[in-house]
């Protein structure tokens, strides 16, 4: 009896060391996300903002962004963006006309500001959602920033 409850011990113990975690796997801790966010004020560039490439499988991507004033607009044809606000607060302006719109790469464009469309306050802990295709702009007030975990799929993989 007690050679069998020595032997139990021995394999619950040993269990987590020959079971491996699956390619890809990834987990960050909240702890790990605070540290993340907490350095990427140090690393703002011109367009004021940050970021930082959390993993990047391929097909899909987690990056963790700064942003202490507003954002370009953007639009992707075939990617869909999951955004995860970490810290701070503000808006996110969808849809309307993309004004100074070029091309960075196929299906991929750029602006300079959105007319129209509708603007959404942002704080931590929202998730949101945005659909491939739809022009979409950050927006910060002055003295404010926003810090996120944006998360970009392949529209194809939603199907």
Known sequence: MKL???LLAA???AAPISAADPPGF???SARDL????AAL???VAADHSSRETLADYGDH???MLYRDADGNPE???AIIDVVFVQ???GALQLGGTMIGRRTTTAGEYVGTRLDGGERHALAAGDIVHVPAGIPHSFLVAPGTHITYVLLKIPGSAIR
């Open 4 to 6: 069998a409850v020595r």
């Open 11 to 13: 394999a619950l113990v």
């Open 26 to 28: 990834a987990i960050w």
């Open 34 to 37: 605070k540290a993340h966010d």
């Open 41 to 43: 004020p140090a690393h």
């Open 61 to 63: 991507r987690l990056r």
């Open 75 to 77: 639009q992707h044809d």
């Open 87 to 89: 810290s701070g607060e």
